[in-house]
């Protein structure tokens, strides 16, 4: 592709690089210019202008960024139309945005002409919400440069693995001296965090926070009843052999994993049991306030596995507030 300044005699059929301004007319950035155009500027007294002017095998920045953008959506992701070389990919559902990092990365890395931008990984998206955009630099890409990036989003790096209706079964520990208004708090909460993911409580169970109650609950219940099993404790889990991940072994259940390098949610618990994900939350999932605990109910929502790896992964970017109640502020001068 050629870009630089000629004389106007000669720009006739490139496009515009800058805005140039002739009398009454204005021709924009990108305006292929024709003879009238040339002309009307020579009148004006416009001597020169700077123009791309491609080449053969050159590919436009729109059909650039097209077939660029479709090669990169994968399911549940929609393309706009293309326009001054920028697709912008938009979500087709309410979800979780599942991204191939290493197919982005090495296509930016590709070429300079050529970018990808998205959100964040795992991101909860909304229904026509923006996830991402194709953009190309230049006026024009070699057609060579286009192909070798859609090979590099040969398996589609974008898409939304959208939210799916569950059932949740609710049990809610508790000492004596706890306030039944925390305990309805929690509920409510909860079933309006379930609702918002298109869930919905299927049972709540309230019981004294033993081992031994708890053990005997989960047993009488029948797992077809559910999807997802949210357990609050009177108490934080402190250990594996506390209340709640020691009820779930007890009946043949699995801890995969205790605590997350996600603040607040430090202290959930993920485990199984009869083949169904259990959720020992945090005591800040009584809060609507986001949270880690959010962040494995949506996966779980979105059909998502959730291993330990994955939970020990959700670090970098997992410092989500701070709590000012805490006894030791995270800002400041060491004590």
Wanted: glycine share 8%.
């Amino acid at each position: 592709m050629f870009f630089g300044t000629v004389p106007v005699a000669e720009a006739a059929g490139g496009v515009l690089a800058h805005r140039v301004r002739a009398a009454e007319k204005v021709l924009a950035k990108g305006h292929a210019l024709s003879a009238e155009d040339c002309a009307s500027l020579a009148m004006a007294g416009v001597a020169e202008v700077t123009i791309a002017r491609l080449s053969p095998g050159d590919m436009p920045e729109d059909e650039a960024a097209r077939r660029l953008a479709r090669q990169a959506a994968g399911p549940g992701i929609r393309c706009a139309e293309a326009f001054t070389g920028r697709v912008n990919l938009f979500a087709e559902a309410d979800g979780v945005l599942v991204l191939d990092e290493a197919a982005i990365h090495a296509f930016n890395a590709l070429d300079e002409g050529m970018t990808l931008a998205t959100l964040s990984p795992f991101r909860r998206v909304k229904a026509n919400e923006m996830v991402g955009t194709v953009k190309i630099i230049p006026f024009a890409l070699p057609g060579t440069v286009v192909k070798a990036g859609c090979q590099t989003l040969s398996a589609p790096p974008i898409r939304v693995a959208a939210f799916r209706p569950k059932r949740v079964g609710l049990i809610l520990l508790a000492t004596s001296e706890m306030k039944p208004s925390v305990l309805n708090k929690t509920a409510r909460v909860t079933a309006e965090r379930v609702a918002s993911l298109g869930g919905a409580i299927a049972f709540e169970r309230r019981l004294p926070h033993r081992k031994e109650a708890l053990a005997e609950a989960l047993q009488a219940l029948d797992p077809k009843a559910l999807d997802i099993l949210i357990v609050f404790g009177a108490a934080a889990i402190s250990d594996r052999r506390d209340v709640i991940p020691a009820a779930i072994e007890a009946i043949g259940g699995r801890v995969i994993h205790l605590g997350m390098p996600v603040d607040p949610g430090n202290l959930l618990l993920l485990a199984e049991w009869a083949g169904k994900p259990v959720l020992g939350a945090p005591g800040c999932a009584r809060s609507p306030a986001e949270n880690g605990f959010d962040w494995v109910l949506e996966r779980l929502f979105a059909d998502l596995p959730v291993t330990a790896r994955d939970i020990r992964a959700m670090g970098v970017g997992g410092l989500l507030m701070e709590i000012i109640s805490r006894p030791q502020p995270r800002a400041g001068e060491e004590m």
